[in-house]
């Protein structure tokens, strides 16, 4: 009789919420529609067990349908899957809160969404597109509070309709302005974090407040949008290739395990089916403690996601130090 390997069990954080987040997950960001059902399909089938989503990446729809598929299939079970999403920029005002959490939740099938965020401290302007720009190309800014957005968000908690909050791109000001009125914890905060950004501080500064950090763009991005040729890939780097040769794994896999020896939830992108296999054969090995010092003294301050363009917003997270 032929026996069917399991697929690995990742290991999982204990949110302050109460509930156990897996610490390896599938991106969407930049998965087009036409291709991001098929890979969230492929990822479940292989043993993922989190999906990285958000209303602003506009695949919300075509997630879910791989997920009621896998659901109906027998694949998985709702219960054992882990889906965040996101509250996009022009939803920030108290009243557009629980209407923005609906329509995700109706675009992904669900009932509930594990984990949300609030995407990034900087609201846009609101009623329109979800990129609002000007005549010159900018985009148009809102003052909404991010403290009142937090407030509306914990409804969602309170009907249920979303099981852990958190937020994503908040400095540590950011974030002690929301814990200092928050009645429900904030769980998560979702940031830029790779070898050039290791955000050190940011991370001791949450394990302090008993908020995990997950770390996006762990492969550098490469398929940003605004990426110029000539522009530095982290996957480039010498350095990285000589330790992944060590280990016999790609730079890819150095990336995604080195997270995880931090601590830090990890959510690489991906929508090629080798590669989606690829970056979950992160189990086997294990970096030794010199090797994360090497790729911790990478650390430069770049970003890939730094959104500089709207770095006078008055709640623009990178301008402060942390
Ligand atoms: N909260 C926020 O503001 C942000 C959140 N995020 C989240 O984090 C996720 C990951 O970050 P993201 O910026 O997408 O970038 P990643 O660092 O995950 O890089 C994704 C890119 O790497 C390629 N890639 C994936 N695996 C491999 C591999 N094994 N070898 C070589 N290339 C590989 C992908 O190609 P291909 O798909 O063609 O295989 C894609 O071009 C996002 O998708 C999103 O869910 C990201 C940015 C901001
Ligand atoms: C990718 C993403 O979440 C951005 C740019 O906000």
Redo the contacts with the bound molecule.
Sequence with gaps: MRTMTPPPKFPTVKLASGYEMPLFGL?????EPGKVKEAVETALSLGYRHI?C?RA?QNEAEVGEALRNKIADGTVKREDVFITS?LWNTFHSPELVMPALKKTLEDLGLDYIDLY?I??PMGYKEGGELFPKDADGKMQFSDVDYLDTWKALEEGVNTKLVRSLGV??FNEEQIERVMAEAKVPVCVN?V?C?PYLTQKKLMEFCASKNIVVTA?????????PWAKPGDVEL?DEPKLKTIAEKYNK?V??VLIRYQLQRGNVV??????PS?IK??MEILDFELSADDVAAIDSFDNGGR??GLSWMSHHKYYPFNAKA
């Design positions: 991106g969407t960001w930049k998965s990285d958000a990446y996101k965020l995407h990034w994503s791109n979702q830029e790779h996006y763009s762990p492969l550098g991005s490469p398929d940003r996957m790609s890819a896999q959510i690489p992108k991906s929508v090629t590669r690829e970056n890939f996601c």
